[in-house]
Each structure stands twice: as structure tokens, then as C-alpha cells.
């Protein structure tokens, strides 16, 4: 739509994404000079409404930003008080002990929070320091200078019929340039997506590996409640069926989050994440711990797995990618805040410098060198072949030999190199013939509950009126290729039930329902025809999170 006319405002940097990576970017620009005019912008409705609560923060990447948070107010009520692990059989369990584990992954000194209020104070502290936050302002395109620079974002489009249209409400938007643009979108955002693309940024990088995380709030029985303990189990009921595991979070307030993890490199199409984690709830453990409670929230996001050999180029000119869009988790830790936090204090730094230096529209090389250099890249690097040795050699190979990869490398060597990743996840679907559909008990309602009544538990809405912003490439490819290969998984990698094949008058059609989308983007990962594009949708469209 270049004929549309729009008005434009002219900023320091422009900052896409008001998670731990944006806002930590926008605090730090304001500690450095403030001067700077700095926006953010964020897609959801309110600041963390996009982000399901409930992670083990390590608070590094505070401490390097707001030393003295504690004094200020941030919600980090409960500190991780008992480390658990266990390999679960589908009866029983056996407690893994820590002390072979390496230091990295202890979790003393580290806290049980809900992301979604970390990100609200910060966003007040940010506030405090003069940065303008919009939230419900999707940015939907990128705009381009005249060198070919990215110089702003497009941002509170509104309006659109169903065919892309200006519908008779239309608002085109306004552009939003920068000096500097910071793209935070998260996990496989449409923008980090598309600058990827088009400046090459994953040239001679192992192709980004992903997992689908799903998650659930519960209240549980106070007498069961142990606030401060974190649990993780791998094994059931996955099995050999994928990589993944759980995790288990006490919080206050009789609150646990519940949650689960599928590796997205999975071979068998007929497997359901979704109806794994179900399945999952009612082993014995999960299940005396969750009796007499009730599911107070439920969410999906993907996560990036890739680690320290997938991270792209993270500058192009006029743009750095930070935090969870380039992908910065440690996933033998599943820990990636920090990470984010500290990329958005190394990108301001850096834009600070250049900005000073009175340039503008270029690559902030700085950045790119801090995050290899710095605190993350130590991160990342010392954890770089476990998931590699997963996909390659399954999980007991790679609990022993990750373990002692990840032990020298606290030495300063590893006697692996560094592995390659191999297929991207799409690529690793197999076809359905080499494979039998597997038989999932139907949820009780209790402990384990159907997709779409779990849907409501995530307070998604979509306007029904705007254009479906899950794009086909080719229309025809769910019905024609993706059904007769590999039984179109889509129907059940979705955790939202978005898509679905539905008889039509003897002919089969693929439906997408939008409105149930949690923006998760494990369609856009895991399709094995990579024909499923997920844009952004109007702003403040998808889930609302619940405060607490």
C-alpha cells in the first residue's frame, strides 16, 4: 500500500517490542542521555499482556541495568529455594541429583516470576525516565531510506477488510523513524523475519532451531504449595517420540506455573504437542500436586533453540535485532531474559556512541561485538552442543555427554568444537506413511482440558473483520500436498486449534481460524511446506494475559 499517504515523527531510536529486551534498550538510552527521544512500541493491548507469566529469572541482566531494583520496587517476591530434577517413566520418576550438574545450572541467586509484571514495572521505570510507550500499536511494515537503510517502522494501521482493503474505519498508520531501530519483537517476529531475508543475515549460521512452550497458571491446595521450588522432568510421556521436558515453578499466592516443552524438530506428524502436555498432567506427580486445584491461565509461545551457532548477524544498516529476535535462550537452562535484557543495554550503548558520534542509518558494530564478546555470547557458548547432541543422539546420550560439555566449558574448552544443528525443523516432518497416528486419551476436564476451552483461559480476540494474518503462500498446498504427505499437521502442532480440515459438500478445505490465534508461531516454524507466513495483526489483537 505505498499510495497511502501517512504522517511521520521522527525519533533518536524507535524500538519495536515493549518485552525485557525493548524496555531494557529504552531505560538504558535514557540513563545514558536524557535527551534522546526514544518511543516504544508494542502490539499488545496493555504492557504484558503478549507475555504469559511465569519464568526462573536470573537477575544479572537487572543488576547491570538497575542495580538498586530491589530498592525501586521490582516484582521479584520469590527467590528459588529447592532445585529439583527428575526422569519420569509413566508410573514413576528417578530424582536426578544436582551435584553432577555443572554451576551453570544452579539456580541459587535466581527468581520465580511473572515476566509479565517484571515487564510492567519496567515499563514504568521507563516512563519515569521520559521514553514514550505505545502500546496496541502493531508495527506491520518496515520502512526503507533512500540507501537502502531501514529508517522506521509503520505502526496503528487499522481498518483493513478482510481483502487487505481500506475498509470505511480505515487508519493508515503513522511512520515512526528512528536514527536507530530496534526490533524486540520476540520469538519468529514478522519484522525480524523479513530484515533477516533481505540483508542475508543468517549466511554461514546453523539454521535457527525451535520448541513450543506451553503453559498453564494454576492455584493448587496450600498444603501442596511450596513457594520457591522449581521443578524440571524429562522423559514421559514423550519418550522417544521428541525432545522436550517440563517445568514446575512455585510461586506466592498458592500459585504454580505448569508448563511444557516440545522440541519443534519432531519427525512424526501425528504427534500433538498440545495433547502431550495434557497427557503429561496426569502423571502421578503432576497429578497429586494439581488435585483440588484449578487452571487459572493458559498460553503458548515458541522458543528459540538454536543457541550460539544460530544467531544471525544481529545489524543490517539502521537496525539491531535484540533479545528473543535473534534468538539469545540458553536452552539447557530455559533461561533467556537475562539475555534479552542485556542485548537491549548493549544496543542502547552502542546507538548511544553512535548517536554522540552524530551518525545515524548505520551498522552498530559495537553491538554485534559486545553480544559475541560480552556476558551473552560467554552464555550461550558454553551450552552450544546440547541441543545438537539431542537431536542427534536422543536424550540419555545427551544428558551425559551435554553434562560434560557443558562442565569443560566452564573450563575453557570442549572436547565436541562446536556442532552443526543439520535441518531446519520444517524439513525434519516426515512423511505420515513412515509413521502411525498415535492414540491420545481425551482430556477429563479436571487435570487436562480440550484445546479450545484452554483457548478461553488466554482471553484471545481478534478483530473477525480485518484481513486472516496467517498468510498461505499457495492456498491449495494445505489440501493437496500437506494432507495426502503428511496428514497436515497443522491440525494438531497448533496449541490454539487455529487450523483445521473440515468437510465441505465431499470436498475436504482447510479453515483457519484466526480468532483462536495465540501468536505462538509454531505454524510458521513447523509447516513442512513453509507455506504459512504469521504477520501481526491489528494492534492490540491476540492474547491478554492475566495480571499477576
Given at each position: 500500500?505505498?499510495?497511502?499517504?501517512?504522517?511521520?515523527?521522527?525519533?533518536?531510536?524507535?524500538?519495536?517490542?515493549?518485552?525485557?529486551?525493548?524496555?531494557?534498550?529504552?531505560?538504558?538510552?535514557?540513563?545514558?542521555?536524557?535527551?534522546?527521544?526514544?518511543?516504544?512500541?508494542?502490539?499488545?493491548?496493555?504492557?504484558?499482556?503478549?507475555?504469559?507469566?511465569?519464568?526462573?529469572?536470573?537477575?544479572?541482566?537487572?543488576?547491570?541495568?538497575?542495580?538498586?531494583?530491589?530498592?525501586?520496587?521490582?516484582?521479584?517476591?520469590?527467590?528459588?529455594?529447592?532445585?529439583?530434577?527428575?526422569?519420569?517413566?509413566?508410573?514413576?520418576?528417578?530424582?536426578?541429583?544436582?551435584?553432577?550438574?555443572?554451576?551453570?545450572?544452579?539456580?541459587?541467586?535466581?527468581?520465580?516470576?511473572?515476566?509479565?509484571?517484571?515487564?510492567?514495572?519496567?515499563?514504568?521505570?521507563?516512563?519515569?525516565?521520559?521514553?514514550?510507550?505505545?502500546?496496541?500499536m502493531a508495527c506491520s511494515e518496515l520502512v526503507y531510506g533512500e540507501n537502502g537503510e531501514v529508517k522506521g517502522v509503520v505502526a496503528g494501521e487499522f481498518g483493513k477488510n478482510p481483502d487487505g482493503t481500506?475498509?470505511?474505519?480505515?487508519e493508515p498508520g503513522m511512520e515512526l523513524?528512528?536514527?536507530?531501530?530496534?526490533?524486540?519483537?520476540?520469538?519468529?517476529?514478522?519484522?525480524?523475519?523479513?530484515?533477516?531475508?533481505?540483508?542475508?543475515?543468517?549466511?554461514g549460521k546453523e539454521p535457527q532451531k525451535y520448541g513450543i512452550g506451553m503453559k498453564e497458571i494454576w492455584e493448587i491446595d496450600p498444603a501442596k504449595h511450596k513457594q520457591g521450588t522449581v521443578t524440571h522432568t524429562m522423559g514421559w510421556p514423550l519418550g522417544g517420540n521428541a525432545g522436550g521436558g517440563?517445568?514446575?515453578?512455585?510461586?506466592?499466592?498458592?500459585?504454580?506455573?505448569?508448563?511444557?516443552?516440545?522440541h519443534l524438530n519432531y519427525k512424526n506428524p501425528y504427534l500433538y504437542p498440545y495433547m502431550e502436555f495434557q497427557r503429561f498432567k496426569h502423571h502421578p506427580m503432576v497429578a497429586d500436586l494439581l488435585k483440588g486445584g484449578k487452571r487459572v491461565a493458559y498460553g503458548a509461545r515458541a522458543i528459540t533453540e538454536g543457541g550460539w551457532q544460530s544467531l544471525p548477524k544481529l545489524v543490517a544498516p539502521g537496525v539491531a535485532l535484540l533479545g528473543c529476535s535473534a534468538g539469545m535462550v540458553n536452552v539447557p537452562r530455559i533461561k533467556g531474559n537475562h539475555n534479552a535484557m542485556l542485548s537491549g543495554k548493549a544496543a542502547a550503548e552502542a546507538a548511544y556512541d553512535a548517536i554522540k558520534a552524530e551518525r545515524s542509518g548505520d551498522e552498530l558494530t559495537a553491538y554485534e561485538t559486545e553480544v559475541r564478546e560480552g556476558p551473552i555470547g560467554k552464555d550461550l557458548k558454553k551450552v552450544r552442543n546440547v541441543k545438537p547432541m539431542w537431536s542427534k543422539w536422543g536424550m540419555i546420550p545427551s544428558l551425559m555427554l551435554g553434562g560434560l560439555d557443558m562442565w569443560t566449558n566452564t573450563m575453557g574448552f570442549s572436547l565436541f568444537g562446536t556442532l552443526g544443528h543439520g535441518k531446519n525443523d520444517a524439513l525434519s516432518t516426515e512423511e505420515a506413511g513412515k509413521h502411525q497416528p498415535i492414540d491420545y486419551p481425551k482430556p477429563d476436564g479436571t487435570l487436562s482440558f480440550d484445546r479450545l476451552t484452554n483457548v478461553s483461559f488466554a482471553m484471545t480476540n481478534h478483530e473477525e473483520s480485518q484481513p486472516c494474518h496467517l498468510r498461505l503462500t499457495d492456498p491449495d498446498i494445505p489440501v493437496k500436498v500437506n494432507l495426502p504427505k503428511f496428514a497436515e499437521p497443522a491440525q494438531r502442532y497448533c496449541p490454539a486449534g487455529v487450523y483445521e480440515i473440515v468437510e465441505d459438500e465431499g470436498e475436504q478445505r482447510f479453515v483457519?481460524?484466526?480468532?483462536?490465534?495465540?501468536?505462538?508461531?509454531?505454524?510458521?516454524?513447523?509447516?513442512?511446506?513453509?507455506?504459512?507466513?504469521?504477520?501481526t495483526p491489528q494492534g492490540g489483537d491476540g492474547p491478554n494475559y492475566p495480571n499477576m
Open positions: 500500500m505505498a499510495e497511502i499517504e501517512r504522517e511521520a515523527m521522527e525519533y533518536d531510536v524507535v524500538i519495536v517490542g515493549a518485552g525485557p529486551a525493548g524496555l531494557s534498550a529504552a531505560i538504558r538510552l535514557k540513563q545514558l542521555d536524557a535527551d534522546l527521544n526514544v518511543v516504544v512500541l508494542e502490539k499488545g493491548s496493555e504492557v504484558g499482556a503478549h507475555i504469559l507469566s511465569g519464568a526462573v529469572l536470573d537477575p544479572c541482566g537487572l543488576d547491570a541495568l538497575i542495580p538498586d531494583w530491589k530498592e525501586k520496587g521490582a516484582p521479584l517476591n520469590t527467590p528459588v529455594t529447592e532445585d529439583n530434577f527428575y526422569m519420569l517413566g509413566e508410573a514413576g520418576k528417578i530424582r536426578i541429583p544436582n551435584f553432577p550438574m555443572p554451576p551453570l545450572m544452579n539456580n541459587h541467586g535466581n527468581y520465580i516470576v511473572s515476566m509479565g509484571n517484571v515487564c510492567r514495572w519496567m515499563a514504568e521505570q521507563a516512563e519515569g525516565l521520559g521514553v514514550e510507550i505505545f502500546p496496541g481500506p475498509g470505511p474505519g480505515y523513524h528512528g536514527k536507530y531501530v530496534f526490533i524486540s519483537e520476540g520469538v519468529r517476529g514478522s519484522l525480524a523475519k523479513e530484515i533477516i531475508a533481505k540483508y542475508d543475515l543468517s549466511d517440563s517445568f514446575i515453578y512455585h510461586l506466592e499466592n498458592n500459585q504454580v506455573y505448569v508448563g511444557f516443552v516440545v483457519i481460524n484466526f480468532q483462536n490465534c495465540v501468536h505462538c508461531k509454531t505454524c510458521d516454524i513447523k509447516d513442512p511446506s513453509q507455506n504459512i507466513t504469521w504477520t
